[in-house]
């Protein structure tokens, strides 16, 4: 394969830069840099920035606005936006929601929503998880019946992530109870505010806000909110499974985390020289280097497989498993950096707004609570053993 | 026992929840609490007889820790072993210091890090002026374990110099509220409390040297040798719980139909985990054995349990939210303060890289 970007590919890399240094806030910019919390109206605003120039949806095709991106193209947008610390776009109407409505949804549906995730009108969240159904989703409980010309929703969801954000949410529910579990789910969309919608929070292990659980009492949804066919919702939430292939391996965020850790490890000493010159630690931070050298090859070569049409297969999960795990060990390795520095954490230091004096380095306080918190990454999405399961299940043969 | 008695009172009086008020409370834990610890002989045990207590060994340190590991105990057991340790090799008034630490009503903490200085035990800036009848502290120490509720810190200064010199080293008891000590006191990732402290010509008399000029640094090493061994058996304990959590997990939680125990991929990890439990409890025995043996043989086996419970307790930890699946993400569940506690032991008394080259230094085991 070619490693080199074609020359337009790069004038794309370079206009990407440009727009980046230009429109990218200096104040998100170091927000995301630090670690520091951003706010729904932060995402918002960032959305509507990346909107201004179309790359909020440029993965879309032209028929719906986009500008029909290929993997590549994502690849070096992705790469980009994270380089310069611009905030990862929220996924789930954009990413998640919108290719589904663009193969399942009515005309109606098309014209309506996908408009207002461009711009912002509408803040999704995603309803699919639920106490009992988690790995095993087709197992999912919540039921919608039918009563005239509404459903009428009642269970519950959980794990919602920005479900305090979110106006809107689109769930996973059981309009069938008999057959195959799989057979009787329907994909819905709900109106946050319509009665009987209740979030609650649930506070991560270190300490944030920013999954919920998601309660429905008799919440009435009109009819067609029902996304393509009653009872297909399964096939439209694997369709999108097996789809969204680019950016799952997260190598824009693991370049940019590994160079924040270098920077850190320059400031860092050890017995009076930098803790980068140490040779155990080189030999930490070199490990990572090379993994993330060929899974970026890995990725571009998998993606550039979508681009020649190939069917999607068991891959995804490879660029799952090693992407969350490379992550992870990247924010292992960056709270070993910091030395007796990680232990320190002040909570209210990672909004905005906090002026005391830092507590050791500036960029210490966040990091311990960003390693525990980046354990979700191998959970949720598909946990790695489900991913291992599918990468048996489908190139072992066995 | 008291390590009996401790495992009870955890048990029985120390839920999570418990614990969760401790740590939320301003001082970060339970004064009543520790006072009923002190009562019931558990600060004690840390002790020899000589100072006061009725214990000190290796093995009452590890046995009454790993309780404390299993109740993920916020009370300030560690930086009271690592000053009354310096205590007690101090003068017969310092001694007296230790029984009121033993009796519960004297909170000591240990400040000797300092802020570059890494898990490096010979980086003392911190300097001692002799003055006419004592000395003029000077300096910054970081990260002291409990340092915002001590009354009295064991500080680590040089009184010839201003550059790091391991001959220089020397102890002082100092008052916490003595005019020029400035702290400030914050919450640690995983429950506890800790300070940055600032010394600024803060005056003490002569007789606040903690025994003789320039032999804090073995002071030193006996000090952070006990903490290190400590807060490994904490760490046992910790990862007890965690494994009986995720166990009774795995044959709990039912997907597919099935408790997802019955997975053999998740069996094996837990097959691991239990076998590097077992490593580590070994490490902690023989380091508990060793504590007393010469400086070369106890550092080697201390050093050679640091970086085991570094390394397999990151795995044991990550593994135990792994298996939970989103529910070991959660505050209100036990498992991820277990894990938070045990990879933070990581960043106490020097991390898995700074023992492996400790042990490469030390050569062969003793
Ligand atoms: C921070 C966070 C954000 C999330 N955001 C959302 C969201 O916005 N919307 C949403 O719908 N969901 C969300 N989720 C839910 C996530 O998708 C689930 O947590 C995930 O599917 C795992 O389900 P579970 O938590 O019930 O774990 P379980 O399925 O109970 O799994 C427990 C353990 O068993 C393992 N396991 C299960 N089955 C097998 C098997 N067959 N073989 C081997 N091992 C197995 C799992 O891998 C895991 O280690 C989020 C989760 C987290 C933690």
Redesign the interface.
């Given at each position: 394969m070619d490693l080199n970007y074609t020359a337009e590919e790069l004038a794309f890399q370079q206009e990407v830069r440009a727009f980046m240094e230009e429109k990218l806030p200096k104040r998100l910019a170091d927000k995301v840099k630090h670690h520091k919390r951003l706010t729904k109206e932060d995402m918002v605003e960032w959305h509507a920035i990346l909107n201004s120039a179309g790359y909020l949806t440029g993965h879309w095709p032209k028929a719906f606005g986009g500008l029909e991106w290929n993997a590549i193209e994502r690849t070096i947008f992705d790469e980009e936006m994270t380089a310069a610390n611009g905030p990862r776009q929220v996924p789930f109407g954009l990413n998640m929601l919108a290719p589904v409505l663009m193969a399942f949804g009515s005309p109606e549906q098309q014209q309506y929503y996908l408009p207002r995730i461009a711009d912002g009108q509408d803040f999704w969240c995603q309803g699919y998880?639920e106490p009992?159904a988690?790995?095993?989703l087709a197992?999912l409980k919540m039921t919608a019946q039918r009563d005239g010309d509404h459903y009428v929703l009642n269970g519950q969801k959980?794990?919602t992530t920005l479900g305090q954000y979110a106006n809107k949410i689109f769930c996973l529910v059981r309009t069938n109870k008999e057959g195959k579990p799989q057979e009787g789910i329907s994909f819905i969309l709900v109106d946050m505010d319509t009665p009987g919608v209740e979030v609650r929070p649930?506070?991560?292990?270190?300490?944030t806000h920013e999954?919920n659980e998601v309660w429905f009492t008799d919440v009435r949804v009109p009819v067609e909110n029902l996304v393509g066919e009653e009872n297909k919702g399964w096939t439209y939430a694997k369709y999108l499974l097996v789809h969204e292939r680019s950016g799952i391996a997260g190598v824009g965020a693991a370049m940019a985390g590994l160079s924040y850790l270098r920077e850190i490890a320059q400031d860092?000493?050890?017995?009076g020289k930098p803790?980068l010159e140490?040779p155990?630690?080189a030999a930490?931070l070199s490990e990572i280097e090379i993994d993330l050298a060929a899974m970026r090859t890995t990725n571009l070569r998998i993606t550039q497989a979508d681009n020649d049409g190939a069917p999607p297969g068991p891959e995804t999960s490879m660029l799952k498993v090693k992407g969350t795990v490379l992550r992870q060990s990247i924010n292992?390795l960056t709270?070993?950096a910091?030395?007796?520095?990680?232990?320190?954490?002040?909570s209210e230091a990672l909004d905005a707004g906090y002026n005391e004096e830092p507590?050791?380095p500036d960029y210490a306080n966040p990091i311990?609570?960003d390693?525990?918190n980046h354990?979700?990454t191998?959970?949720?999405g598909g946990?790695?053993?489900v991913q291992?399961?599918i990468i048996s299940k489908m190139m072992m043969g066995l | 026992m008291l390590a009996d008695m401790a495992g009870r009172f955890v048990r029985e009086q120390y839920p999570i929840d418990t614990r969760h008020e401790h740590a939320a409370a301003e001082l970060g834990f339970s004064r009543e609490s520790w006072a009923e610890m002190a009562e019931l002989g558990l600060i004690g045990a840390l002790f020899r007889e000589e100072n006061g207590g009725f214990g000190g060994t290796g093995f009452d340190i590890a046995l009454m820790f790993e309780e404390i590991g299993r109740g993920l105990v916020v009370e300030p057991f560690l930086a009271n072993l690592l000053g009354g340790t310096a205590l007690a090799h101090g003068s017969d008034s310092q001694k007296e210091i230790v029984e009121a630490v033993i009796g519960g009503e004297t909170l000591l903490a240990f400040a000797h890090g300092e802020p570059t200085g890494r898990y490096d035990l010979a980086h003392v800036h911190t300097t001692a002026k002799p003055t006419a009848d004592g000395y003029v502290l000077n300096g910054n120490k970081s990260v002291v374990i409990s340092g915002d509720s001590a009354d009295f810190l064991v500080v680590s200064a040089l009184i010839e110099g201003d550059q790091p010199n391991e001959e220089d080293v020397t102890l002082f008891l100092v008052p916490a509220d003595q005019d020029g000590v400035h702290r400030r006191g914050y919450p640690t990732i995983d429950g506890y409390r800790a300070a940055e402290i600032a010394l600024k010509d803060v005056v003490v008399p002569a007789d606040a040297m903690i025994g003789a000029k320039g032999q804090g640094l073995s002071i030193v090493h006996d000090v952070v040798a006990r903490g290190t061994l400590a807060v490994c058996a904490e760490a046992l304990g910790a990862i007890d719980a965690a494994i009986d959590l995720t166990l009774e997990y795995l044959k709990t939680r039912k997907q597919f139909g099935v408790p997802i125990g019955k997975f053999q991929a998740l069996q094996h990890r837990m097959a691991d985990m239990m076998t590097e439990r077992e490593q580590i409890r070994s490490g902690v025995i023989n380091a508990a054995g060793h504590l007393d043996a010469t400086a070369g043989e106890r550092d080697w086996h201390i050093s050679a349990l640091k970086n085991l419970v570094g390394r397999s307790g990151r795995m044991i930890a990550e593994e135990s939210i792994q298996m939970h699946g989103g529910i070991g993400m959660t505050w209100e569940y036990a498992v991820g303060h277990y894990a938070k506690r045990i990879v933070m032991i990581d960043h106490l008394f020097g991390d898995v890289d700074y023992h492996l080259e400790r042990i490469i230094k030390l050569g062969k085991a003793a």
């Open positions: 998880s009992g988690g790995s095993d197992s959980t794990w649930i506070i991560l292990l270190e300490g999954v860092q000493q050890k017995d803790l140490d155990f630690f930490r292992d709270r070993r910091l030395g007796p520095y990680a232990m320190p954490f002040v507590i050791g311990a609570g390693y525990f354990r979700k191998s959970i949720y946990s790695n053993e291992r399961n | -």
